[in-house]
């Protein structure tokens, strides 16, 4: 069974950092690529960033390019966002997903983690 | 990147309604655009792939329809648990960005 749990997320200071981990089991995590997607309270989702299978490609939105930096670990089958210089509009509910291929639909998701920026 | 617009961005519907949700792109997109069913606290579960196809498992009253720039979605007769949010996303080009969603309630 595909599983990805998210954890990492928490309380943090506006212009702190936090890196976010999401576990992949169920699948073989090195031929999938991966994509976080936030979600504010009450809005919709959006696009964070995506890495290839191999991590050889990164992808970001204009949102958080320069402050986020994905990565993976194929030998312990876990995704990351590093995320710095935090902002109160990155605070959100974070999932990831996986990459079908071919048609680049996201198959599988984790249940989120929650982002909280406050002082 | 390519805007995703979706509409409308909330409707109140009956079970039983025919609904329809469209989703228009800022480019042409091809077929390389999917449809998202989220229910409160849950994570988003995939319905349609690649504009018309039906994932694995999603009942038959779903339907997805278009290309190009201009897309559907159609529950044919709407059941108590579709009522929830429903949100598009194009996969032509990266970033791959998402429509505003559209939440279907009683």
């Known amino acids: 069974e595909v599983q990805l749990v998210e954890s990492g997320g928490g309380l943090v200071q506006p212009g702190g950092s936090l890196r976010l981990s999401c576990a992949a089991s169920?699948?073989?995590?090195?031929?999938?690529?991966m994509h976080w997607v936030r979600q504010a309270p009450g809005k919709g989702l959006e696009y964070v960033s995506g890495?290839?299978?191999?991590?050889?490609?990164?992808y970001y939105a204009n949102s958080v390019k320069g402050r986020v930096t994905i990565s993976r670990d194929n030998f312990d089958n876990t995704l990351y966002l590093q995320m710095g210089s935090l902002r109160a509009e990155d605070m959100a509910v974070y999932y990831c997903?996986?990459?079908?291929?071919?048609?680049?639909?996201?198959?599988?998701w984790g249940q989120g983690t929650l982002v909280t920026v406050s002082s | 990147d390519i805007q995703m617009t979706q509409s409308p961005s909330s409707l109140s519907a009956s079970v039983g309604d025919r609904v329809t949700i469209t989703c228009r792109a800022s480019q042409s997109i091809s077929n390389y655009l999917h449809w998202y069913q989220q229910k409160p606290g849950k994570a988003p579960k995939l319905l349609i792939y690649a504009a018309s196809s039906l994932q694995s498992g999603v009942p038959s009253r779903f339907s997805g329809g278009g290309s190009g720039t201009d897309f559907t979605l159609t529950i044919s007769s709407l059941q108590p648990e579709d009522f929830a949010a429903y949100s598009c996303q194009q996969s032509y080009s990266t970033p791959n960005t998402f429509g505003g969603g559209t939440k279907v309630e009683i």
């Open positions: 997903a996986r990459d079908s291929s071919g048609w680049s639909y996201y198959d599988y």
């Open positions: 890495i290839s299978s191999n991590g050889g490609s990164t």
């Open positions: 169920g699948f073989t995590f090195s031929s999938y690529a």
